[in-house]
């Protein structure tokens, strides 16, 4: 019998032990010749045809997710996330529920050996231990897209979270405050001793700001009080172990948000509240300076959580717990569209995704926002 003769790429280590070598390509960088090297036991006639197996993963671009782990494939992820310009802190949510719900148990599987029933027993166990719905559909929206990802690279040919169902969220009614529920907030607000946030909840309420928006107003960059305006591009944000950053907005665009002349002297008063305070103090203001900071120079602006953690006691004192911050966009949405303005106009205000609503608005933006904004405000003067 003919003696099998070894492949290029072939080389034998011990008997029946084999180092398979194959070409991966190039490297997108450098340029240079990628090489991927796998030890096989076996015959020769194996050992070929376990090469031409990897050749074939080697030439869909598939090799790199073999053997990798749940873990790899989730930082390769995050890091793909940033290149494709994904919100820190979406990114900052989508590594919190990682590192608490499914690192634990699931960091060391291999990507391909993950299935279906492995995610619904995760989903299983989340919920027995008290877990709610939101919580756990959070957790496989990761996993889905983590999986959708790895499908893209060739890491696997399906994404086994397509099949596993999380639990049902609830979809409950919206809770909204009235303008007397708004008006109390204000007035407990004025009597505490921190009055400016009786401006702060009127300003919520009547421009639809998300908090990290109105935390990252600068008096110079952002608020037009000549035009009535305000330029909103960026918000706050806070992560662990780092300074206060300021990041693009949520939908990462610009939008105009007109005032009504009730917000123009709010502001006004709160950039001249914030001058004397730096002259008082002996400090000169930064240029550009944050509306609402804490810092003697207005360089460092209020944190988010800082605004919610005093509307959570107020909200206590005036006893309407069943309203929280967010409850005062929805009051703008809601008596927005109350007065006759459109959903598009009010969406486009309160800073949803505008793409969609200004393909069905026309008429002039900026003066129907301005009379929307005049109606709303009306409501508590």
Known sequence: MAKLRTAPGMRERAPDVWELIVEAGRDPVTGRRRQLS??????????????????????????????????????????????????????DGYQRTYHRNIEPTMAALRVTKVTTKDLTDLYRAHQDRGLGPRSVYQIHAVLSSMFTQACRWGWRDANPAQWAEPPARPNPAPVVPTPGDVQKLIEEARQSRRPEFADVIFLLATTGLRRAELCGLRTGRDIDLEARVLNVGWSVAVFPGKPIAEIPTKNRRVRQVALDQRSVEIISRQIDSMVHRSADLGTDLVPDFFLFSDAADGSIPWKPDSVTQYFVRLRERCDLKQFDLHSLRKFMETYGQDQGFSGAQVAMRAGHDPSVAARHYTGNVVEADRALASAVASLLT
């Not at 080697?58 to 940033?82: I, M, P, Y």
């Open 38 to 91: 796998s030890t096989f036991r076996g015959n020769l006639s194996s050992a070929k045809k376990e090469r031409a197996r990897l050749l074939t993963e080697a030439s869909k671009g598939r090799h790199d997710g073999t053997n990798a782990k749940l873990g790899e494939l989730f930082d390769e992820w995050v890091l793909e996330l940033q290149r494709k310009g994904r919100s820190p802190n979406t990114i």
